[in-house]
């Protein structure tokens, strides 16, 4: 599991999951997706929990490898209220310096999709990168103190954004995501094989995202 989906969608996730699997037990590694990636490729994992954007899609062969779309996250800027309920800058700052911006290191995947977007929007020239790391958290914990403004996945932040620690930047891009799972396809592991747990536990999955497709409603639902 990639670190921000380790801290922001995994300890609901596996709440909901113990309520039809009361003795399921888990080892979570927390990567970065590329190393993520790896650990499935080398039979190291079960499962494999990671975001997914079309400008970097993850390249497993769907020959070899099954995947579930578990939902969907929003991304966008957040930043400190500054009175009222909003951030202490707007999107485009106008007349003004350019805003601090607090990035993902260079090779993380959110940081990876966030420079793709803006990029393609031209949006890059009026910030000023400031500060960068690899984990979400430790931009959350730097735009609450006012140091920038930050992309975060909304899921990760709804506490602060209630309590008016944070506050979405008005007019900033949003981001849409999926989450998904992968695993090996049984019949292609050529390593480890699925623990019966695992593949108990896909196929369960597997009819919960059935149902979703056939309900487009829930299927429709923001993490």
Request: with cysteine; aromatic share 8%; charged share 20%.
């Amino acid at each position: 599991v990639p670190h921000s989906l380790a801290v922001s969608f995994f300890p609901h996730w596996m709440a909901d999951l113990r309520a039809a699997f009361p003795q399921l037990k888990s080892r979570l590694m927390a990567f970065n997706v590329h190393d993520a990636v790896l650990r499935l490729v080398e039979g190291s994992c079960d499962l494999l929990l990671a975001y997914h954007h079309p400008s970097h899609p993850i390249a497993l062969d769907p020959v070899h490898y099954d995947m579930l779309v578990l939902g969907h996250e929003r991304m966008t800027a957040y930043a400190k209220p500054l009175g009222g309920k909003d951030a202490g800058w707007s999107w485009r700052n106008k007349g003004q310096a350019k805003i601090p911006f607090l990035a993902y290191a260079s090779g993380a995947y959110l940081g990876l999709v966030v420079e793709s977007v803006l990029k393609r929007s031209n949006d890059l020239a009026h910030l000023e990168r400031v500060y960068e790391t690899e984990m979400s958290e430790g931009l959350r914990a730097m735009a609450m103190e006012g140091q920038g403004i930050a992309f975060l996945p909304s899921s990760g932040v709804q506490g602060e954004v209630a309590r008016r620690s944070l506050a979405a930047v008005a007019d900033a891009p949003v981001i849409d995501l999926e989450v998904r799972i992968y695993r090996q396809r049984p019949a292609q592991s050529s390593g480890k094989t699925p623990t019966t747990a695992a593949n108990q536990l896909w196929d369960h999955l597997a009819q919960s995202a059935s149902a979703s497709e056939a309900a487009p409603d829930r299927g429709k639902s923001k993490l």
